[in-house]
């Protein structure tokens, strides 16, 4: 269906160039002279890129709509990582390329949101937090603090971080799979 740039809000989905991308921010600009058009930054859902465009005020774009499911990840086989469905407990095999980075931070078990559009996966959200066990980094040494540096460590995942000095094998941390960053030592 196409809309109207009055209509543009933030978490729209809209295909631009036979692509799907999602409204990040959007600012309506009246000038004094001539029409009003709106200035928007869109992400890509596939590729995570962003672009900033311009719509002029006569101008429809075609809105589309992107169903969200809960998947839990179970395994994967080569490129292939399987996940099932929490609604219908189908099983769906996501292809490492679609998963990108989010890779490095997928748990056994993990609950994801997938985001499809005709039937096809376009993108995967993990949770913002993780909370993780360090599987490998160089020994802490006594009266090392919070502000004395960062060293690297492997998490139980596989991928490597930058954490604090003070933190030690077998320690759970709690990492941002946005960033990829150390947030804090967990109690957990």
Known sequence: MAISINEFKNGLTVLVDNEVWMVIEFHHVKPGKGAAFVRVKLRNLRTDNVLERTFRGDEKIQDVF???RKLQYQYNSGDIYHFMD???????????DTLGESIKFLQDNAEVKAYYYK???LYVSLPN???????HTEPGIKGDT???????????TGATISVPL?????NIIK???????YVERSRE
């Not at 929490?86 to 490492?96: C, D, L, R």
């Open 175 to 181: 990492v941002d799979t946005r960033s990829g960053t």
């Open 86 to 96: 929490q609604e219908n407990y189908e099983e769906v095999g996501i292809s490492k």
């Open 66 to 68: 992107v169903e969200e």
């Open 119 to 121: 039937d096809q996966v």
């Open 129 to 135: 937090f993780i909370h993780v066990a360090v599987t």
């Open 146 to 156: 919070a502000k004395s540096g960062m060293k690297p460590a492997t998490i139980e």
């Open 166 to 170: 003070f933190i030690d094998v077998g």
